[in-house]
């Protein structure tokens, strides 16, 4: 009996030591996702690219001193709840240092005002996009490497009025992603002598939505904008909006820029469809990161992979930069982007440590821009509207 | 608004929805009248049967109507082998502890049809169906089709459970399951029957909801709220009642948007339920009172 006991004490000691062992080995960093959910088809690429900076870490030495980086996954399945139960994980359970997503924007403000902000973590979202995230009370510890979608609302309405369009119904999904971006293109499109004859919120996850459209259809507007994502509600609007000949054209956001779109209901449908997207402005961090993103097999093309890249690798340089200080990687975030010391591109992991080490000032040019943070933690953007050609999204030109 | 836009554009969505949640409900009320508890994982049953079609449908290259049927026998074997393998254990438990599993059920089916067939989004067919017009009314092929495939199963439901020996056991069980028993008819054999019934009618709601939107792994968890309101509203127990049910609240969510911000057409079917078991506990048929 006693030998039992002893064997198992010694077990549990071994066991103590092992985990202590890997803690010292290891900086962990969150990386929260909606991995289920109605992002679900979106999240597998923007967590591959967040991967692929880690990699390029680990790869080329590892962080502060020779440490692996590793990102631990966690599902925020695009809703406040699970968000913040995973969120409360990553930050209690497996003490990150610093959290990398969630990737929708309900999630984001639910996780940054229950878990992130009260425990101190720095929170940086690749593309958690609502307005309201940028005026959060976060202590500077809420960041983004996309755009606002107040920007996009904004681009948006302009563009359409360029296009000729003066007359239009919203549709939008009830949640802070759809709200956020409504209002902006609501008033923004009023604004500029436009007019909204329809605008309604709507669930999500409803069998049908022809009564809400044939509301909508009523003001007598041909163009419907759907603020939604084309994987989830979106699609079904489209659907039945095309089926029953509501509207003639049809304008998206950046949710709506989805694959399955084309994928369900045929290119030949959607010569009317188009959908706006925060894009990668070209430069050599664009191309720096397509080919390494190419090379572990993933499509750089795919919506907001650049994003997550740089979120991951910015995330990355603050921790070095900070010293593995959790509360000093908010104010390490700003240094290492903001317009000023020697340019690092994505992938040039070696280079910025050394940087570091010798404490000249670094600054990040990511694969999305420059990433220069403004005083919310927001980053100015570029868009471009898209249509559907040859069954693919092609630009159709950028719009401001 | 013309009268034919009213009918066009608000009723018959409305009955092709109600018609899915009155295939759903008519499960949900067999459940709760035989079995007797809340059977929580009936949507992600039908999720599960809307691609079971679905892989009947890309493997074997066959019609969209000859996969209803193998994924009606398929959800059924599942829905068997659920009881055999998770429900029975805790049949002489309090009820409470069926309805919890039954919860845990959900998630798994979930999560199957999830690592099985992925997150994508999937229809059965490409591409777009305009609808036809008959004398103004335009209907799409498939929403006649679900209309009618929906009395059709109920029907030969109706007739089975009125006419022959299993259905009249079924019956006997639900209205008191001892005497039942007194009387020889076998308890197993007849839950047995119950859940190839019920997992075949899931599997029907799932395949129509699919027909008519996209499957989603989601899309039978959202139905699920909308389906217990049908089948209380109907009376619980009852078939028809769940038939009528599912209708009025599938006609009144579409309608609802004519006077309410649409946002609130979701939780309609949450307020009818709510309202029916203050006013009516009974259900409009009369059923049981849970």
Known sequence: MKLTHLAFAATLAGATALTAQSALADVKVGLLGGVSGPI????????????????????????????????????????????????????????????????????????????????????????????????????????????????????????????????????????????????????????????????????????????????????GADTLVIFDYGDGTGLTILRQALENGFFENFVGGDGMKSEAVINELGAENLTTFVASSPVGTASTSLDLFRDAFTNVGGDPDAIFVTTSYDAGFLMALAIEKAGGDKAGIATALREVSNGEGEPILPGEWEKAVGLIAEGTAIDYKGASGDLDFDENGDVPGAYALFEVSEDTFKSIGEIK | MTFMDLINFYFVPGVVLGSIYALGAVGITLVFGILRFAHLAHGDLATFGAFAALAFVTALGVSVWVALPLAMVAAGAVAIGLDRYFYDYLRERPKILTVMASLGIALMLRAIVQVFWGVDTETYTRGIVRPESYWGLRIRDRELYTFVAMFAIVGVLWVFLQNTKWGKAMRAMSDNPDLALLSGVDNRKVTMLTWAIVGMLCAAAGFFLGLNTELKALMGWTMLLPMFAAAILGGVGRVEGAVIGGLIIGVVEEMSVLVIPSEYKAALAFAILLLILLVRPTGLLKGKVL
């Open chain 1, 40 to 219: 679900a088809a979106m999240a597998p690429p923007m967590l591959d690219a967040a991967q692929l900076a880690f990699q390029q870490v680990n790869d080329q030495g590892g962080i502060l001193g020779g440490q692996s980086i590793e990102a631990v996954v966690g599902d925020s399945a695009c809703n406040p709840q699970n968000g913040v139960d995973s969120a409360t994980k990553l930050v209690n359970v497996e003490q990150v240092i610093g959290l990398v997503g969630p990737h929708c924007s309900g999630a984001v403000l639910a996780v940054a005002n229950s878990v992130s902000v009260p425990a101190g973590v720095t929170l940086l979202t690749p593309s958690g996009t609502s307005p309201e995230i940028t005026g959060l009370q976060d202590n500077d510890t809420v960041m983004r490497t996309v755009p606002s979608d107040d920007y996009q609302g904004r681009a948006l309405a302009r563009a359409l009025l360029e296009r000729g369009t003066s007359k239009v119904a919203v549709a939008y999904l009830n949640n802070d992603y759809g709200t956020g971006l409504a209002e902006s293109f609501k008033d923004e499109f009023e604004a500029n002598g436009g007019a909204v004859a329809g605008y309604a919120a709507h669930e999500e996850g409803k069998a049908s939505y022809r009564s809400n459209l044939a509301e909508l259809s009523r003001g």
